[in-house]
């Protein structure tokens, strides 16, 4: 192998150059993981910090079935109340809205306290240094802060600010209709215990015994007033689940900020919920005892009268006992007269229960038992209670418009139709007993017709005072016992296990796990980055990306320039870039074989790539090497060689070939010697057809006789056709690469047609390459220390020290 083919082959070496290459990629941006981790890091421990911590409380309640006691046994004690349908809607139940209302009107939320710290607001309950005792009366307005410091021991400063402030009243729990503030400001000092009345708000403010002049003085408090319903809405979102399948005993779970007012919720949601259910099964006794005071309230006054009638008529006629026989009449007569009012209350009852049925209240609370025996109509009562539960469960969690709610409301009708039929019976067959009765008594009537007048009468005074008494006593004993259901009423649940605060820690934020979170993005950001920069960037980073692309050699590379003149030669010549463009001489030269003279075209895929930097710097080179150079403007389109020369453009390779100006007159000479140069004249409407002339081969023949090197700045290949045009005067073609900013799908285009068309002596030069501790450096490895940063070959170009090192986020971004 030739000295030629080491020189555009490095692929000799490919193999430790991807290793090493592979290794610093990943160690050139250890810096950025590094910066990512600690960036992570921070996130997740201000995150952790400045979170409130959230904890959950739980407790137990055991749910026991009612359905599996006597159906009958209950009624007839008037202690059944409502029947659950399963597990599920007690804990539909436990969670409505009324129940959860009913436990926050119960606890002290009506007003929430706030200690507002640097950069969050904790809440404080029952630890709170002040207390507001606000008028009920009053509405208060809702949804904004009031901000309290104390000032002293017994003074503070109060102040308030909003904007469409709306009110609250808490005497009947409603949302004040037509009442609000569109703009609120108030500022005042006032002492502890002094009623603030505005026409906004009322209240008072105390201190608590946790006040403590030293340690409360001059900090920041909030407070505000809580809408109820909207409370309640919130404090729903408790977590109930059996603790097992198929278990009849509830977890109740809630999270939140202030375990202590969780933990008075949640216990309080249970204590509520179960005297809830208590009131419902007391309600069947108490409507008893209340339909039995009205019986007996219009019983007692007729009583009264029958037997003070009686007294009168033993005591003036001086009759003690009746005669054996009006004895027997008249317990007979006792007797039934005893049965018909039972069956007069019982039919009475049955006529009550029905009006009561078709009231259609949306729930079934049946008024009293009263001794009734009937299993069907006991059993048709217990089905309709079961539907009217279920019923009551699913508007809890639903509207109106549920599908299901229409099937249990027909449900409800023909269970409701069904009891009024079996209640009919019942009371067309209470009256036909009724009539046998009368007719029996009637009997008894025709034999006491036979007997004294005075035993006649006396006969029926005391009959008719039986016959309210019996109904009195009756009414008395049914009395009696709803009084003792009542009394023996307990909820069929029971709570196992009170929430508590104790052993309780923080479930959120999880802090190593964030910590854990923070890490795998920090490592993982950057390397999304790496990939994303790397591997989907459409620009030409490093050699192997051209080389994927075409088997034309890379006959070198220029580095960077942060100068502001294009001919960094001649103002730097010990520069890097210097050194570089040495170096393209150099393969250039041996690209020759020995030719003493040379044409050189530069040219590109697109503007911008550096093709006329590359063309001024490579004559400046070839003319500071002592060799007769000339630098042409090929670029017809768009001349701009002589701005960098301080030149005119008056005159130039246009005007020559339309015989304007001789070869002599368009040649100019500039501050380098040994360098001429042609500028491209003025722009031409037919620039490719000049360039295609006979007055073309004519320049490049004389031009060749007299310069060792001539450098053509030709048009971009891509845009124009004007460099395939001069392929046929030259020796060597350049086609300028730019490291970040080349396009690969562009130069892979244009790239392949010039394969297609087999032009000879193509080799691609890459430009603008930054090194550093770059694969780059390594990859190419031309000259001395290129990449090796402060290590072997520094300071041998004059710009190694003037070149400012980028910084840390520069060379992330910009490589």
Known sequence: MNEQENIYNPDIREESVDYKAMFLKFFRYWYFFLISIIIALTIAWLFNKFTKPVYEVSSTILIKDPGKADPQTLIGMGAYGRIQDNIQNEMVVIKSFSVVNRTIKKLDFYVSYFYDESFKTSELYQNNPFKVVFDTLMPQPVGFRFTLIPVGNNSFELSAAGENIGYYNYADYTVAAGLSIPVLHYKEVHTFGEKIQTPWFSFTIIKTPV?????????????????????????????ISPIAQNASILKLSFKGNNPGKMVDFLNMLMEEYLVIELEDKSKISQNT??????????????????????KIFMTENKVMNLESETDYLFSTLYDLQNKKAEFLVKEKYYKYLKQYIEKDEGQLLIPSSLGIEDMVVSGQIQTLIGLYGERTALLSTSTEKNPYLFSLDEQIRLAKNTLIESVNSIISTSSITIGDINDRISGLYAKIGDLPALDREFFNIQRRFGIKNSLYTFLLQKRSEAQISLASTFPDSEIIDFASRAGLSPVAPKKSFNNMIALFFGFIIPLLFIFIRDYLNEKIIDKKDVEKLTNYPIIGHVTHSNKLTNNVVLEAPKSSIAESFRSIRTNLHFMAKGREKQCILITSDMVSAGKTFVSINLASIFAMYGKKTLLMGFDLRKPKIYQDFGLTNTEGITSYLINKNSLEEIIQTGSLENLDIIMAGPVPPNPSELIASEKTNELFAR???????????????????????????TDNNLFIVRQNFTNKKVFASIIKDIEKRELPNISILINDVKLGKSSYGYSYGYGYGYGYGHGYGYGYYTDDRDTEKPGVIKRIFKG
Do not use: C, Q, W
């Open 211 to 239: 006040f403590v002049a030293k340690a409360h003085v001059n900090s920041t408090y909030l407070f505000n007033f809580n809408n109820i319903d909207y409370l309640t809405r919130r404090y729903r979102n408790v977590g």
């Open 703 to 729: 031009l060749k006789e007299k310069y060792d090197y001539i450098i053509i700045d030709s048009p971009p290949l891509g845009l124009v056709t004007d460099a395939f045009l001069l392929m046929k005067y």
């Open 289 to 310: 005892i209340e339909f039995i005071n009205r019986e007996l309230v219009k019983i007692e006054d007729s009583l009264k009268s029958s037997e003070t009638e009686l």
